[in-house]
């Protein structure tokens, strides 16, 4: 069925089907991350950026708490191909031909992205910030003691905003292939967006101005080259309209 002969039931039919096969595919991964959560996390307390830190349990909990936070960030990194996959096997029955060829490739370079920014930010950010909250609290005489779901309740809110944050050279192209917007919008909006990243920077990072320049500096780059991306999608986007244009006009 052609997406413009579907009715609003249809496509709420649709949605249904998506959202369902996400949520099959999300059990089966948390079940498979169920075998992977605790060596991961023996991993990370043996990792150089915690040799120095003593995990400690403050409830009979924490530990349990912890091994499920484990599971449910793998499984959504395991299923977040097929998430993608179903956000565009949903929305591609409204581009043309080419666009869901090109679209459809975006979904490994989002993956990648948002890797990426799970790598960086544990293998650069994360044991800077980590050395500085230490020093900080020997300067001050202070004895940390340092609870295991913290840890990882910080490790969290470091790694997983950036792997979503670095998406935004994608998303951006997405949207310009899909006409919502333009090269040219970004550039207006250019403060606006510069104000907002540099507020997410705020919160995912401790209240010190390097660790929020580490931050917010990487942030801004991504932003600039989303909109240079956008502007060769806006490019080929165009260039896609006119061809298919000429085809309706020259039948032959």
Do not use: C
């Amino acid at each position: 069925m052609n997406q413009k002969d579907m009715t609003i039931l249809d496509h709420i039919e649709e949605l249904r089907k998506r959202l369902m096969i996400i949520v099959v595919f999300f059990v089966l991964a948390v079940v498979v991350s169920f075998f992977l959560s605790q060596p991961l996390i023996k991993w990370l307390q043996h990792a150089s950026v915690a040799q120095d830190i003593t995990m400690n349990a403050f409830r009979v909990t924490d530990p349990f708490k912890v091994f499920m936070q484990m599971a449910f960030v793998l499984a959504f990194i395991i299923t977040s191909p097929v998430i993608l996959y179903q956000l565009w096997a949903f929305i591609s029955p409204g581009l043309l031909e080419k666009e869901r060829r090109v679209t459809l490739g975006y979904i490994p370079v989002s993956v990648t992205l948002f890797l990426a920014g799970l790598l960086f930010s544990y293998f650069v950010l994360f044991p800077f910030v980590i050395r500085f909250m230490m020093s900080l609290s020997g300067n001050m005489e202070i004895q940390t003691t340092i609870g295991i779901n913290e840890y990882f309740h910080f490790l969290f809110q470091i790694t997983i905003p950036f792997g979503v944050l670095f998406q935004l050279p994608v998303v951006m192209l997405f949207l310009t292939r899909l006409g919502i917007i333009t090269p040219a919008f970004l550039k207006k909006v250019r403060k606006y967006a510069y104000f907002i990243l540099i507020v997410v920077a705020a919160f995912i990072t401790p209240p010190d101005v390097i660790s929020h320049m580490m931050v917010t500096v990487p942030l801004l780059i991504l932003y600039e080259i989303s909109i240079w991306i956008s502007k060769i999608g806006y490019k080929k986007s165009q260039a896609a309209e006119a061809e298919q244009a000429r085809a309706l006009n020259d039948p032959q």
